[in-house]
T-cell receptor, first 114, second 115 residues
């Protein structure tokens, strides 16, 4: 999982609280994305970005916001956490011109909403 | 949108035997099919991928086959070793300028290699 850093690794939130999951990559990748992983459901795309200033929705965007002010950072914001957002979150990045088709994933952020 | 189904959900094989994991996809526009390996507590890692203009690709003990007509693709691991034990995910994408932004994943296969 070279070069994609996620923080925090673990977080417990109360329902209604807000928080930001941070993601940074140092590989000059244009593409970044957020997935959530739930038991028996694989990984589902939340939001993605193909470059600074550009973001778009994935399969499950509701309840999450993103921004891409720099190439390196792609934070994921939960505005009002709900128990249904308990999951493992993975940030990923890639650049077709640099790394071909390889998408690099971070180590994951375990989020529990109580 | 795209739907990817993966089977089996769990697979146990004796060390040295072969393992096969199968996936089907629904969107005929999909043209990129990667396979990821995920070890406990880690993020997924790309192990092999194939594009729709190729029917088979090999990398040492790992191979992927693609049948566009039937819309299915498979991962083959030969001469399995204990370190192959992990969860494997298939994925599909119809791509864009980069080709792999919007991956749709299968639900995963937990492979256990029995020593």
């Amino acid at each position: 999982n070279a070069g994609v850093t996620q923080t925090p690794k673990f977080q417990v939130l109360k329902t209604g609280q807000s928080m930001t999951l941070q993601c940074a990559q140092d590989m000059n990748h244009e593409y970044m994305s957020w997935y959530r992983q739930d038991p028996g459901m694989g990984l589902r795309l939340i939001h993605y970005s193909v470059g600074a200033g550009i973001t778009d929705q994935g399969e499950v965007p509701n309840g999450y916001n993103v921004s891409r002010s720099t190439t390196e950072d792609f934070p994921l914001r939960l505005l009002s956490a709900a128990p249904s957002q308990t999951s493992v979150y993975f940030c990923a990045s890639g650049n077709h011109r640099v790394s071909g088709n390889t998408i690099y994933f971070g180590e994951g952020s375990w989020l529990t909403v109580v | 949108g795209e739907n990817v189904e993966q089977h089996p959900s769990t697979l146990s094989v004796q060390e040295g035997d072969s393992a096969v994991i199968k996936c089907t996809y629904s969107d005929s526009a999909s043209n990129y099919f990667p396979w990821y390996k995920q070890e406990l507590g880690k993020g997924p890692q790309l192990i092999i991928d194939i594009r729709s203009n190729v029917g088979e690709k090999k990398d040492q003990r790992i191979a992927v086959t693609l049948n566009k007509t039937a819309k299915h693709f498979s991962l083959h691991i030969t001469e399995t070793q204990p370190e192959d034990s992990a969860v494997y995910f298939c994925a599909a994408s119809s791509g864009s300028n980069f080709g792999n932004e919007k991956l749709t994943f299968g639900t995963g296969t937990r492979l256990t290699i029995i020593p």
